[in-house]
């Protein structure tokens, strides 16, 4: 029973995993762009339409400025935030 009760909360915490959500900004993307690293979104406004949940991640380009409001439906928790970072 307690075998079964690890495996359990093993795939929960892997299912979890699995279903984060990333996304990527870069001035020179489009906001009907994915969001992927190859196909990112424009603007803040477009990462402000998704619910974002614990564990997710935004990624902005490297030396690029942003400016506005970002709002995180959803936002994260103590033990999994939302991250927030640059690339490229």
Known sequence: M???SALLVCGWMWADEAMAATAYV??????ANPGTADRPLRTLEALGGRVWAPGDAIYFHAGQTFSGTLRLPGGGSDSRPVTIGSYG
């Open 26 to 31: 870069d001035r020179n993307g489009n906001d």
């Open 2 to 4: 307690l075998l079964l």
